[in-house]
């Protein structure tokens, strides 16, 4: 059974944002050119930056992200284990940035420690 209905959710975003954009239509406007500008380099190919994207929104705990991407992905040719590699390389980065603040803590109490 799923967490959530992911499709119901997914158009609820998208037209949450269509709303939005209704709103505010410049800053739609500059979200897209920003999302854009990635796909004019050729560099990456879409089904790369969709697994990046994918592996981000889960670092950024964005539920709409993720309908919105793995939807992309999966479209784009993406497989389930594919999927699963760009989760776990956000995971292994997410561990990677507590071990660094962790640190950062440490060095917060041992400033204290020294007056």
Known sequence: MSM????????????????????TPDTLRGYSAMGAAGQKTG???A?????????????LRCDGCITVHVDAAKRLGATGDQIA???GV??????????????????????????
């Open 4 to 23: 959530l209905d992911w499709n119901l959710y997914r158009k609820q975003i998208i037209s949450g944002v269509a709303g939005l954009a209704k709103l």
């Open 43 to 45: 560099h990456l190919d």
């Open 47 to 59: 089904r790369t930056r969709e697994l990046i994207a994918l592996a981000v929104a889960v670092s």
């Open 85 to 87: 590699e760009a989760l």
């Open 90 to 115: 956000a995971a292994s980065i997410n561990a990677g940035a507590t071990i660094v603040y962790a640190t950062r803590a440490l060095d917060a109490f041992a400033a204290l420690e020294q007056g």
